[in-house]
């Protein structure tokens, strides 16, 4: 199973290279998964990925997650694998120099 986001029409302006954070609201009791970050030259995101330091809990918990685009920023993706369960997003917040580049609240 995968989630994504894309970044495009009057997005596409801010997604320069550079450092971004990701913000997010999420619960899991078993399934961690990996955010993939996509750009132009690695539209795959091969060795873009870093996997979640969210507790399988069962508990609310608030994450911020810094990567680096190396070239035009285009997407993310949380990757399960093979991963079977139940993951909780309630909200996310994609920001750059502080300034929110895309936000979505689910709950």
């Not at 997010?24 to 990925?49: C, F, I, Y």
């Not at 035009?72 to 991963?83: E, I, Q």
Request: with cysteine.
């Amino acid at each position: 199973m995968k989630w994504r986001q894309t970044l495009h029409g009057e997005d596409a302006q801010v997604a320069e290279a550079g450092p971004y954070v990701l913000k997010m609201r999420a619960r899991t009791k078993d399934a961690v998964p990996k955010l993939q970050w996509s750009t132009v030259d690695n539209m795959r995101a091969h060795g873009n990925e870093k996997t979640l330091e969210l507790k399988p809990d069962g508990s609310w918990q608030n994450l911020e997650i810094p990567f680096e685009a190396t070239d035009w920023f285009c997407g993310l993706t949380l990757d399960f694998g093979k991963s079977e369960g139940t993951f909780d997003l309630a909200s996310f917040s994609l920001e750059r120099d502080g300034k929110v580049v895309k936000a979505e609240k689910y709950a």
